[in-house]
């Protein structure tokens, strides 16, 4: 009896989720390009680590536009949110490859610290589902219905990403040979091939072009900061090594089209 009481009520949930969204439009998009990792590789806000660090990321994002009723094929009944905000949900995978860079690899540094940074290489990889709450500053039923050609927005939202990390030296086995493969800096535990799951927040501006009316272009900048030192599996102690203290971060600039369904 207790079983069937609890059946039955999923069954009313799900219904009631059911009938609540369909009051809305849905749309669905591919979105990818490059992105610039932070983390303890490389000189912190130099050229050519940001250059030589670039990696990439493509997704697949949902809409739920608040703004449309997907029942009528018709505007829902104005309100200022309905008409500014839409929310995206997001699954995304990323990937970039590591190095060091800046004056501490460069070729006049010959010391056994300068040739172990030299010899140190790591892939970031990370999966990532969110949300974000989309604002539009143009009307949305104005941009829909054709009026503007293109509009432009700004989101905030979390994402949860798994990350796995790989990090390796040229010079032998990490693991094995710590001594004699990496800078004191990244031994006794500050090292960590482990994956894990980790909350980031993120912060996205861009525009969005009509090129029919089911189906726009975007292109996304994204800003995303995570709740962790470990995303690329090391973090030396932030207490000693002030210049690796910030947790790390990303700059994705993406393009995407979404079509209406």
């Not at 994956?195 to 009509?210: L, T």
Request: charged residues 15%; aromatic residues 16%; contains cysteine.
């Amino acid at each position: 009896m207790h079983i069937r009481k609890n059946i039955l009520l999923l069954v009313f949930l799900l219904f009631a989720l059911h009938k609540g969204f369909s009051q809305f439009s849905h749309q669905l998009g591919l979105i990818g390009g490059p992105v610039a990792f932070q983390s303890d590789y490389g000189e912190d806000k130099n050229f050519d680590n940001i250059k030589g660090n670039l990696g990439f990321s493509i997704g697949v994002i949902h809409y739920m536009n608040l703004a449309l009723n997907a029942d009528c094929d018709c505007f829902n009944r104005y309100t200022y949110f309905n008409d500014h905000f839409m929310i995206r949900n997001e699954f995304i995978y990323m990937q970039s490859k590591l190095d060091h860079f800046g004056q501490w690899v460069s070729p006049e540094y010959t010391s056994l610290t300068a040739d172990q940074l030299r010899a140190m290489h790591g892939e970031m990889k990370t999966l990532s589902v969110g949300s974000q709450l989309e604002y539009y500053p143009v009307p949305l039923r104005e941009f829909l219905s054709g009026n503007y050609v293109f509009v432009p927005y700004a989101s905030l939202g979390f994402q949860a990403n798994y990350y796995f990390p790989r990090n390796y030296s040229d010079l032998g086995n990490i693991e094995t040979q710590p001594e004699e493969t990496l800078p004191v800096k990244y031994q006794n535990g500050q090292l960590n091939n482990g994956s894990g799951i980790v909350m980031s927040a993120i912060g996205n501006v861009g525009i969005k072009v009509k090129i029919t009316r089911d189906s726009d272009l975007m292109v996304d900048l994204r800003y995303q900061y995570y709740f962790s030192d470990w995303v690329d599996g090391m973090r030396p102690d932030p207490d000693v090594y002030t210049e690796n203290q910030n947790n790390d971060t990303s700059v994705s600039l993406s393009l995407g089209y979404i079509f209406y369904l």
